[in-house]
């Protein structure tokens, strides 16, 4: 569960996290109209591809980046806050002059291109013919000029005209998506409101209206609004939580690293496995043989396993 604190009388966010498709969002826990937007993982898209807006009331509006700054609305109000991300593949049809060197095609534009290095670009032409043409991932973009890598026999410098496009197999795929944040209204003084982290919000708008929680209830920690490498942290110093993160992870990004990183890292239990499977895992871990016989006794009990394990343990001291 994740519990997030958000102010009264007025305020809203009854969940830490908010994700509906790639568009994420994360309240201010100190100021209740205060949210940060953002994609849930990284892109090779530039800013251009991008426009951010953030109705009602919220500033700033519109915003041409792929993470936006923090946003801060101006009133609560009813319903739901919408924040709408529109990603296209954004086309510059300048291109004037082509040249290839030492298996580095250089491109020329006529004004300004917007694209960024490691970005990938869709090459056609106008004039611009062979071997310049395809899709590339940019190895240098600023101003006018782009380059990517390209083994071919060298092209001088020359006029041409064609077009270099935003891939459309970047991520995310260009469309319109939406993310709602659920108003709130408290009684005054500080609000704890309950939700399951990373539930999915609903596109067409409404809902999530929290279970309220009295103030004095530990905030737990939610996987959802921490990168991979900083959960695994997380479990290494606290493996007594590993199995609540995993099952938080499962809830809510499922992020298919992760959660084989934390499938590797869980304590075996023989509570969670049939007979066969635990004479398995202890034929192959027998160092673990008394371990998984405590724990048997202290769970299940099972007569058949319990009396595996014992014999098993003669076994080895033998």
Request: glycine share 10%; with cysteine.
């Amino acid at each position: 569960m994740s519990i997030v604190a958000v102010h009264g009388p007025n305020t809203f966010g009854s969940r830490g996290v908010q994700e509906s498709g790639p568009l994420m969002s994360f309240v201010n826990p100190t100021n209740g109209l205060k949210w940060d937007f953002n994609l849930d993982q990284t892109t090779t898209r530039s800013d251009q591809d991008f426009a951010w807006t953030f109705p009602p009331d919220g500033t700033p509006t519109p915003q041409n980046v792929a993470n936006p700054t923090e946003v801060t609305y101006a009133a609560v109000g009813t319903g739901t806050k919408t924040a709408q991300c529109v990603v296209t593949n954004t086309a510059k049809a300048t291109i004037t002059n082509r040249a290839l060197t030492n298996n580095v095609a250089t491109l020329t534009f006529s004004a300004p291109h917007g694209f960024a290095v490691g970005q990938v670009v869709t090459i056609t032409g106008g004039t611009l013919a062979a071997p310049f043409l395809g899709t590339f991932t940019l190895t240098a973009a600023a101003g006018t000029t782009v380059s990517y890598a390209l083994v071919n026999a060298d092209v001088t410098t020359g006029a041409a005209t064609g077009t270099a496009t935003s891939a459309s197999t970047q991520y995310p795929t260009a469309g319109t998506y939406t993310v709602d944040v659920p108003v709130a209204s408290g009684g005054g003084g500080v609000n704890l409101l309950m939700a399951p982290a990373m539930a999915p919000a609903d596109s067409g708008g409404g809902g999530g209206g929290g279970e309220e929680s009295s103030p004095d209830v530990e905030v737990g920690y939610d996987p959802a609004a921490h990168t991979v490498e900083e959960v695994k942290q997380f479990v290494t110093d606290h493996p007594d939580e590993v199995q609540a993160i995993y099952d938080a992870e499962v809830a809510g990004k499922n992020r298919t690293s992760l959660i084989s990183w934390l499938e590797e890292n869980t304590p075996f239990d023989p509570g969670d496995h049939t007979v066969a499977e635990v004479e398995e895992f202890v034929a192959d871990n027998p160092e673990t043989a008394q371990d998984m016989l405590d724990a048997e006794v202290a769970g299940r009990n099972g007569v058949t396993l319990v009396e595996w394990l014992e014999d098993f343990l003669t076994s080895a001291d033998e």
